[in-house]
DNA sequence: AAATTTCGTTAACCTATGTTAATTTTGAAG
DNA sequence: CTTCAAAATTAACATAGGTTAACGAAATTT
């Protein structure tokens, strides 16, 4: 792979703590693939094994679902420097719920499970960046779950775009609404008490 | 601490794979403490920082947010074999949103984020495990978050006392109520539906 | 630039859930 | 066993958000 896809990556893992050597460094970009993605292309389908982790390089991608009633909810958006998957399929083989599209056109480094545990034995310095990805991870979801509990959808749009404003920006109000569970007439009628009570 | 209290995390432990020798399992003894705690009594107040995490040996914990109106909202009900704690404060030391006490009287196992730590440098095992702790944990938040997203108030009631019938037994309704994100009186309106229409 | 599709807004109406309060049931403590 | 407190139920009413449809504005395609 060239330097320049895999760069970005080591520089992630790096900037969590990671010490890597250039042997590391060689072994990391071995294991990713590069893939160019075209806006509204796949890289997951419901009913699907998950063979890959995704790493984002650019572009945007959205983690959704389809509910019985062929309603669409997004689960994640996932930009620049972020991870995209679906960590349940990956690691039982088992086919997943989920759907991970391209918002924009997107390039990605992917890692297939047998390559990334490999990773993992390799260079243990990853074993600590993985653990603290996913308790992040876990404490990310925390908040979130907490504020589906305590907040209104309101107060849930306003913490969206402010922590995520350039999520907003590039995204469609009403992928926004899908992803705070809520119907794109109802965001509407938000954003219009919200901007003229204001801002 | 007497061999019966270490015991079940031993086998927990290797229960997820852990291989343990006797040293190792001595380095753990050493390093959680053993605590009876009273029915109500709280393991964690909003404002302070989380010291441990805590292992629950018998009986049952309840993390709990309360918001600015003054209303609690249940985030997490442990029992035998879970853990409970708040891993933002317990990783940052700063002071956690979360209040956890006991809906029974508990027995515990705990740990502070030093001897954690050096655990997981002198025992790589497990690395691992808390590596596939949170990483399940990652995958719990999402189906939780999907179903949030996904089903109504009666469908996630139906689901949880499916999954976790012996918590069902254990805690009072509005608790459960809390849990769901609904007020107790809409608890008990599904809860009449549901059962009058044959279960 | 025109045509077509997607998106956002608004309004009318509907439904699930919240709120409050009264009543009954259950459970704990003396 | 009795008493008292906590929990559950029910009903009346309030409200946030869902649904649908119509319309206008953007954006994309031709």
Not at 66 to 71: A, F, H, L, N, T
Not at 163 to 179: G, K
Request: net charge neutral; hydrophobic share 35%.
């Amino acid at each position: 792979m060239q330097e320049k896809y895999i760069k970005p990556l080591l520089n992630h893992f790096e900037s969590r703590g990671a010490v890597l050597s250039d042997t590391h460094n060689e072994i990391i970009g071995a294991a990713f693939q590069y893939r160019k993605l075209r806006k509204n292309q796949y890289i997951l389908q419901a009913g699907d094994v998950a063979r890959y982790e995704t790493y984002v390089l650019k572009g945007l991608l959205r983690t959704y679902l389809v509910d019985e009633k062929g309603q669409e909810h997004i689960m994640k958006f996932s930009i620049e420097d972020w991870w995209a998957g679906d960590l349940y399929s990956y690691y039982t083989n088992k086919p997943t719920s989920y759907n991970i599209d391209c918002l924009e056109e997107t390039e990605v480094l992917q890692i297939a499970r047998e390559d990334l545990e490999k990773l993992q034995t390799e260079i243990p310095g990853l074993n600590h960046y993985y653990q603290l990805l996913y308790r992040n991870s876990v404490i990310a979801f925390n908040k979130r779950v907490a504020a589906s509990l305590c907040n209104t959808a309101t107060e849930r749009y306003i913490e969206f775009i402010e922590r995520y404003p350039e999520i907003d920006q590039r995204v469609p109000n009403h992928q926004i609404a899908s992803y705070l569970g809520i119907a794109p007439a109802s965001l509407s009628r938000i954003r219009g008490q919200y901007f003229r009570s204001g801002r």
